[in-house]
């Protein structure tokens, strides 16, 4: 990936090269998108810019993106049509002129000072680096309801954070997106972007190349983030999560063809996410109306048993 050169601005103030560009993607998000551009115009740090890419939005993305973009000239806005969250970031990355870089999904928000916290983590060193904080979870749309769980304090174990993302992601260890803040070097000099063929665990395939470039990093022990749990967040497809999932895992594997080390997590993290997803999937058969209403109780309580010795085994 090439950064482009500074897009020309109509004022002066637009012209000077911001510290962070926030990247913001949008697919039928707009009910939610004014809380997540209203979370970065509150930061306490102000040095950023905002972009905003409409990634073939039908709803009110538009309109509300409009509105925020006459309230503040740091705030920009492009369409494309429909390509995918992946595509809708690098589309961010492509236009974005910061030295640090912040993703946020429109139905996430970040809290006030997160930026200004890792911009001081991140400032005391000249090595590429990035920084990650603790983050909470919502129990429901709304943003009153913040919950946290083990997970939302994940933590490095092992000897390169790495091999963590490589063995321990969406078991024990998950970090959302807007949880990072990244020198955006480590993106532009190692041509690192999203993987526009895979249809989920994108996130995951980007932060294993970052990764194996050995950043430095930094933690920030406060939960700075929001990461919003909703219906259609919730709706998800697990055979379609499983094939996205291994497909990555696939993908990995030939980027780290000369370490067996880190080959050897993958395919077991591989076989790992296989059972735990066909288990879910099988769950899911047995929870169902016409499963209960029309297999025979003998049938449905041998199902149960077989599902429940695959969940120890996983």
């Known amino acids: 990936m090439v950064r482009p050169n500074p897009r020309d601005e109509p004022s002066t103030a637009q012209s000077i090269t911001p510290q962070v560009s926030v990247i913001i993607p949008c697919y039928?998000?707009?009910h939610f998108l004014g809380e997540a551009v209203q979370s970065i115009i509150d930061q306490t740090f102000r040095d950023w810019e905002c972009i905003i890419v409409n990634d073939g939005s039908t709803d009110s993305t538009k309109d509300v993106a409009g509105r925020f973009?006459?309230?503040d000239n740091r705030i920009s806005y492009f369409e494309q049509r429909n390509k995918g969250l992946a595509a809708a970031r690098n589309r961010g990355l492509h236009e974005c002129r910061g030295k640090f870089i912040q993703f946020l999904d429109?139905?996430?928000?970040?809290?006030?000072?997160?930026?200004?916290?890792q911009m001081e983590l991140l400032g005391s060193t000249t090595a590429q680096a990035l920084a990650y904080c603790d983050y909470y979870k919502t129990k429901g749309a709304g943003l009153h309801n913040l919950i946290s769980d083990p997970l939302c304090e994940p933590r490095f174990r092992l000897k390169r954070p790495l091999l963590d993302i490589a063995s321990r992601w969406e078991t024990d260890f998950s970090i959302p997106a807007h949880c990072f803040l990244f020198d955006a070097r480590l993106f532009f000099n190692h041509r690192i972007e999203f993987?526009?063929?895979l249809p989920n665990h994108e996130d995951w395939d980007c932060w294993m190349r970052i990764f194996a470039t050995d950043p430095i990093v930094k933690h920030q022990a406060q939960k700075s983030v929001v990461y919003r749990i909703h219906e259609n967040s919730l709706a998800r497809d697990e055979i379609k999560?499983?094939?996205g999932f291994r497909n990555a895992i696939n993908s990995q594997l030939k980027l780290f063809r000369d370490s067996p080390e880190v080959r050897a997590l993958l395919a077991n993290k591989r076989a790992q996410m296989r059972t735990i997803y066909w288990s879910r999937r099988i769950s899911l058969l047995l929870n169902s109306r016409p499963f209960r209403k029309f297999v025979p109780w003998t049938i449905q309580k041998r199902v149960a048993n077989f599902c429940r010795q695959v969940w120890r085994a996983s």
């Open 195 to 197: 993987n526009e063929k």
């Open 106 to 117: 429109a139905d996430d928000v970040i809290l006030p000072e997160k930026i200004a916290a």
């Open 69 to 71: 973009l006459r309230m």
């Open 28 to 30: 039928n998000q707009g």
């Open 241 to 243: 999560m499983w094939r």
